[in-house]
């Protein structure tokens, strides 16, 4: 079973930049589609970005587009999500999930099978 794993996350200025990891533990990503989500207090967590197993194939939520870039490293078996631009209203918990399928990027949680345990990005204004 494999089991993400999310690092990256702080505490930064409003401008600012953040690159976000998500490496496996366990089996690997290879093959599969991986998802960056979030969940703001009090908010039910949404869509952020997502890459498709062979990493050709991105997809970002309207609100992050020109500002995040989600990339993959099958050599490392880590995704990233480099965020730049950081806003007040980025502040969340940040989760990568892993996809039942690798095809396409998808948008949808309720297709992710395998969650992290998430890392705390606060942006200060």
């Known amino acids: 079973q494999v089991q993400p794993v999310e690092s990256g996350g702080g505490l930064v200025q409003a401008g600012g930049s953040l690159r976000l990891s998500c490496a496996a533990s366990?089996?690997?990503?290879?093959?599969?589609?991986i998802g960056w989500f979030r969940q703001a207090p009090g908010k039910e967590r949404e869509f952020v970005a997502a890459i498709n197993w062979s990493g050709r194939s991105t997809n970002y939520a309207d609100s992050v587009k020109g500002r995040f870039t989600i990339s993959r490293d099958s050599a490392k078996n880590t995704v990233y999500l480099q965020i730049n631009s950081l806003k007040p209203e980025d502040t969340a918990v940040y989760y990568c999930a892993r996809h039942s399928s690798g095809l396409y990027p998808s948008s949808n949680i309720e297709e992710y099978r395998y969650w992290g345990q998430g890392t705390q990005v606060t942006v200060s204004s």
């Open positions: 366990g089996r690997t990503f290879s093959g599969y589609t």
